[in-house]
């Protein structure tokens, strides 16, 4: 039976991507009548999973830490503590690099990323990257200190962060550098080519920019996570779909509802405020207290009514600077004879010199079933090959999809990709059984993305993310347009500081209360 829309509520959030989610699922924990409309008929944004043919697929992320235990820094693991929710999770270590310097492998933890070193570099390198360690301490600490579920855009925030104060003014003067962009630790601690190089390479994979575009405060949380005593990787049992599902079962068993096949067409005003959506199917759903948007900047503002904030706010976020797109490569393949030394995760990089925002200069490659082999039929795995916003749109732009042209195109750009797993497994070409590929026309249509963006590029030091609030009394934001910013412990954090936003400041407190545990994260 088709569940039948209500035709109001107090909150409706737009998309159910993980901001969506985080924040439809904190409300409801509020209590909250809460409706999240989503346009796919999937819940989960670019986190979504999918299936053809027995192979379980993760539409996007699939690098995961911080979600295995808590207490723990991640916002995302933050939320589901804080709605109640389970993740059976697979840890591990190690991930393959198929770099210019050659094949090996790396593992999260202190020392390990130190023998690498020796190996390419010498002693020198390994010693300035053991100076780093030592020089981001404090800058983790400081990155660590309040932990976004206190977080909220008001005058409230002076109560909710005051538990933290003592923690976080020990770290202060270190926080005030986290603002900046990492290039201003880097450059000034750190010369071998190489390391400057994979740091590039990390910063790209956080925030869709290199060191000189990205707030070294996620470095620091990086660092805090990825580069101390016993660090692990983590993945969900089940793969990404397993983390939607949780973020949906909080969010019913808490009283709010899911719409799937809910195109939001327009945002409702009544008396100068946000008052309800229009979607699609010309079905009107109004809400008594807010709207929350997880769609982009630029698709938050198509559903705007045109006069309905000022001109100057609709520009000036119109002409938010946008990260490249995506190319994806999903694969079911047949696994008979595949080494076994395999690595769940590789990073494979073409060229350093051209910079590692270049187009088809990086691929990243995620073989989960490796860890989790219900993923795939017997005797088979699941591939996942991406380049991580990368992927110009304009290439792409006045292609017809039903176009022998589009075709031929998807090809060609997919090659680098193959090219990727060929370094892995020579003959994968021929063990493919299921092949699928993803362009920013994909992106686009399934994600419902502005030019099929990975996210805006907002770069540290020259812009800032806005909160939550819009000029728009009832309209509230979240997701990777709103701070802190872009990859899923962020998006989960903008939810969550939507919802503590809107929720009123006593039973934030209580919130506090009963989820956050004081004591460091292990």
């Not at 010693?127 to 008001?154: G, V």
């Not at 999903?330 to 910079?355: N, P, Q, T």
């Not at 686009?444 to 590029?457: A, D, N, V």
């Amino acid at each position: 039976m088709v569940a039948i829309a209500p035709t109001d509520t107090e909150i409706i959030v737009i998309g159910s991507g993980i901001g969506g989610l985080s924040c439809g699922a904190m409300l409801a924990k509020y209590g909250f009548d809460v409706i999240v409309c989503e346009s796919h008929s999937i819940a989960g944004g670019a986190a979504h999973g999918f299936e053809r043919d027995g192979f379980s697929f993760d539409s996007g992320p699939s690098l995961y830490s911080g979600l295995s235990y808590s207490p723990s820094a991640n916002p995302l693991r933050q939320v589901l503590d804080a709605i109640g929710e389970k993740l059976p999770c697979i840890t591990y270590d190690t991930w393959g690099c198929c770099l210019p310097e050659g094949d090996f492998d790396t593992s999260v933890g202190a020392s390990q990323f130190g023998e690498v070193l020796a190996k390419l570099r010498g002693a020198a390198a390994v010693a300035e990257w053991r100076q780093l360690q030592r020089i981001m301490e404090p800058y983790a600490k400081a990155a660590t200190a309040l932990p976004s579920l206190a977080l909220r855009f008001d005058l409230g925030a002076v109560f909710t962060l005051g538990k933290f104060a003592p923690t976080f003014l020990q770290s202060a003067g270190d926080a005030i550098a986290l603002a900046g962009p990492f290039s201003k630790i880097m450059d000034k601690n750190v010369k071998d080519p190489f390391v400057r190089n994979w740091l590039n390479l990390l910063c790209f994979l956080l925030s869709g920019l290199p060191a000189d575009g990205t707030i070294a405060a996620e470095v620091a949380f990086m660092f805090a996570d990825w580069y101390r005593p016993n660090a692990v990787l983590d993945y969900p049992i089940g793969g990404s779909a397993a983390l939607v599902d949780a973020l949906v079962r909080g969010l019913e068993r808490h009283g709010g509802q899911l719409l799937l096949n809910s195109h939001v067409a327009e945002v409702l005003l009544e008396n100068n405020r946000a008052a309800g959506v229009r979607l699609r199917s010309g079905k009107i759903i109004r809400s008594h207290k807010a709207v929350v948007s997880n769609a982009s900047v630029w698709d938050t503002l198509k559903l705007l009514p045109e006069n309905s904030v000022p001109k100057r706010f609709r520009q000036q976020r119109q002409a938010t600077p946008e990260c490249d797109s995506f190319m994806h490569l999903h694969l079911g393949i047949d696994a008979a004879g595949v080494r076994s030394d395999l690595a769940c995760h590789y990073i494979f990089v073409k060229d350093w010199e051209m910079g590692v925002s270049a187009p088809q200069n990086v691929v990243l490659v995620s073989i989960p079933s490796l860890l989790d082999p219900d993923l795939a039929p017997p005797g088979k795995h699941v591939i996942h090959a991406y380049t991580p916003g990368n992927e110009p749109y304009d290439l792409w732009q006045n292609l017809d999809r039903t176009s022998e042209a589009y075709k031929l195109q998807k090809q060609a750009r997919a090659e680098v990709m193959w090219e990727a797993l060929e370094r892995i497994i020579p003959d994968i070409r021929s063990r493919a059984e299921v092949t699928l590929v993803g362009t920013p026309l994909t992106h686009e249509r399934f994600l419902r993305r502005h030019r099929g963006s990975y996210g805006p590029g907002i770069r540290a030091g020259s812009g800032l993310f806005p909160g939550p609030r819009t000029p728009l009394a009832g309209l509230f934001c979240c997701g990777d347009s709103t701070f802190p910013g872009i990859g899923l412990p962020a998006v989960a954090a903008s939810g969550a500081i939507a919802a503590n936003t809107i929720a009123p400041l006593y039973k934030h407190l209580q919130l506090i209360g009963e989820v956050i545990s004081y004591s460091n994260p292990k």
